[in-house]
């Protein structure tokens, strides 16, 4: 019986090249001289922290890091922003927390989803992080696909271990 996984994963390894080349870019950058600025990945607790001096700047600094993950082809639904808040010494800092994995609340809205379709033969079931989808045929798992590709879901979708 065909089926296949969706899965909501990071890429780690360019999500860390993109945080090298925003280090560097804010380095160079003539606009970011003597503002302090910088910017950690911490690969454990799967955050991001900027800091700067002012909250102009942290415009600026996002913005850099969003084309960075862009152009990396990393979605930027992975990001959670946080709230700018003040750290010492006048400077603002940002916190952002990396989402990978399906949650259950949104395991449950993939599941309503594909059940609304109404495509015959095709089960789903969450199993850990992810959802498994079964079906009789492979063009209805490929609608299936499809139909979650269009659909608004604040989460980047990956689809694996397609099998006949």
Avoid: C, Y
């Avoid at 082809?73 to 399906?102: H, N, P, Q």
């Amino acid at each position: 019986m065909p089926s296949f996984d969706v899965v909501s994963e990071i890429d780690m390894q360019e999500m860390r090249n993109a945080v090298d080349q925003v280090g560097r870019e804010i380095a160079n950058r003539f606009d970011f001289k003597d503002t302090n600025s910088s910017i950690k990945l911490d690969d454990k607790a799967m955050t991001i922290v900027l800091e700067t001096s002012s909250e102009d700047r942290m415009i600026a600094l996002r913005q850099v890091l969003e084309e960075k993950l862009v152009k990396r082809s990393v979605s930027l639904k992975t990001l959670d922003f946080g709230d700018v808040e003040e750290a010492s010494g006048a400077r603002a800092r940002l916190r952002i927390s990396l989402r990978a994995g399906i949650a259950s609340d949104m395991a449950k809205k993939i599941n309503v989803h594909i059940k609304d379709l109404k495509v015959k033969g095709v089960q789903s079931s969450t199993q850990g992080d992810q959802v498994r989808v079964t079906g009789k045929k492979r063009d209805d798992l490929q609608a299936i696909i499809a139909s979650l590709k269009e659909a608004e879901l604040d989460l980047p979708l990956q689809f694996q271990n397609f099998r006949d």
